[in-house]
């Protein structure tokens, strides 16, 4: 498996983000996680797609080794990110097919895992944790795995590399309606959604299918919220099935 390079990019505003990089001569996935997320969760994607597509994931504001910003709102995330084949898990989700809705001639066809045109959602639970944990083991038993790969040793002990305020405020500005943006693009686009989410209801999923023309849905039975965690074998498959079929 080949080993991503780390590049950086610095928004108008100044923040910096982190880019990973797999390389390779074939055309560009560019993809976004979701909150609590980075873009090193895409590391076995990038494998299994290599080398018909090089996989560029970013760590978005506030996750990651990117720098944590003053502000989480829809039209930052937008700004942040502009590519052709555009693949988003949860929040990343929403922020590809807002950028597809608002730059239809940059992108090409979208991947959506797990996220609706209707979000309502309370990250506020985040919050509750202790600000340090005196090891990695300490927190890796209280907190779940997936919120564990962020994890950064520091003077206190052991953090988060996000930034759990941020994140709350994203997902306060996430919450709402978003169906416009849903049906403003005609790109080919394939929704991906976990059999036992609780983020994603299965007819929002199925209406999302039925309402947008060119978009397919595929559901995952066993899996939840995170199908790349808890089926990294399908979920690559169903990823690299849909791409072969792109003009």
């Known amino acids: 498996m080949s080993v991503p390079s780390r590049r950086w990019v610095t ?17 560009v996935l560019f993809c976004l996680h979701g909150h609590f997320g980075q873009g090193a969760i895409y590391h076995m ?17 506030g996750h990651g080794f990117s720098d944590h910003a003053v502000t989480y709102r829809r039209d930052d995330y937008l700004r942040d990110a502009l590519a052709a084949v555009v693949l988003g898990s949860s929040l ?31 990250l506020s639970w985040c919050l ?17 795995s997936y919120f564990c790969e962020s994890a950064v040793q520091r003077d206190d002990g052991w953090g988060f590399r996000f930034d759990r305020a941020g994140i709350v ?50 559901v995952f039975p066993e899996a939840g919220h995170n199908i790349n965690e808890a089926d990294p074998v399908g979920y690559t ?6 791409l072969a079929q792109l003009p």
């Open 128 to 144: 509750s944790w202790p600000s340090a944990f005196p090891t990695l083991a300490a927190m890796q038993r209280q907190i779940h």
């Open 169 to 218: 405020q994203s997902g306060q500005n996430l919450n709402g309606d978003w169906w416009t943006d849903w049906l403003a693009s005609t790109c080919p686009a394939l929704l991906l959604r976990g059999g036992r989410s609780e983020i994603l209801p299965v007819e929002l999923a199925e209406q999302m299918a039925k309402r947008r023309p060119g978009c397919r849905l595929q």
């Open 11 to 27: 928004t108008a505003e100044g923040l910096r983000l982190s880019l990973l990089d797999w390389g390779g001569a074939g055309r």
């Open 237 to 242: 498959a169903a990823v690299a099935a849909f």
């Open 92 to 122: 990343g989700g929403v922020n590809a097919y807002q950028l597809a809705a608002r730059a239809p001639g940059r992108v090409a066809a979208l991947i959506v895992e797990d996220i609706g045109a209707v979000c309502r959602d309370d």
């Open 45 to 61: 994607l990038a494998a299994v797609l290599a080398p018909a597509w090089r996989v560029v994931s970013l760590d978005q504001r």
